[in-house]
Structures are given as C-alpha cells and as structure tokens.
Nanobody, 116 residues
Framework: QVQLVESGGGLVQAGGSLRLSCAAS????????MGWFRQAPGKERDFVAA????????AYASSVKDRFTISRDSAKNTVYLQMNSLKPEDTAVYYC?????????WGQGTQVTVSS
C-alpha cells in the first residue's frame, strides 16, 4: 500500500520559516516527478512546487518563487519543502504527491498556519 506522509507543519509568525517533509512508503518514487500542493480553507488545492527525479530541475508557483525550495533525498524516499519568509496567505494544508498528482496517493497533509 502506497503512503505519503507529510510532516513539519505548525504555527509560525509572518516572516518565519518551516521545513516540511514527505516520507513515502510502499513503493519508491525515485523515478517520479514529485510535487507539493496546498489547500487553503474554502479554496481548491493548488500546485506549489515540483522536482524532477534527479533533483536538478524544479518548478514553483509564482506566489512562492524565491521563498520556497523543494528538494529530495531519493535514498530516503523523502521530499522536502523549505519555506522561508512565510506570509499569512501561505496558511493552508500542504500535501505531497507525484506531479501530476495521483488521486489515490493523497495523504492527510500537514497544516501550516502563518500569523500576522
């Protein structure tokens, strides 16, 4: 059974930082593009960032570019999202998945709340 488990969320003040982790089990994702997505209250789930299997190619939503950094450790089957200069509008539940996402792989996500 494939599981993607997100962790590292929390409550932080505006301008602060958090590092999210996504640990995969049940299969390896080392050959897959992986992504982070987020869903704010009352809104649809949106793309945040993606990374290629090698880690050499990344992509970001314009709203997070230059503040967030996606990375991966294929040996650990884990993907990370370093979030700096956080803003209240970054408040959301953050999820990881393949990119493009597979419906069956959505996990519980991790809540990020940024206070002003």
């Amino acid at each position: 059974q494939v599981q993607l488990v997100e962790s590292g969320g929390g409550l932080v003040q505006a301008g602060g930082s958090l590092r999210l982790s996504c640990a995969a089990s049940g299969r390896t994702f080392s050959n897959s593009d992986m992504g982070w997505f987020r869903q704010a209250p009352g809104k649809e789930r949106d793309f945040v960032a993606a990374i290629s299997p090698s880690g050499r190619s990344t992509a970001y939503a314009s709203s997070v570019k230059d503040r967030f950094t996606i990375s991966r450790d294929s040996a650990k089957n884990t993907v990370y999202l370093q979030m700096n200069s956080l803003k209240p509008e970054d408040t959301a539940v953050y999820y990881c998945n393949k990119n493009p996402p597979i419906r069956a792989f959505w996990g519980q996500g991790t809540q990020v709340t940024v206070s002003s």
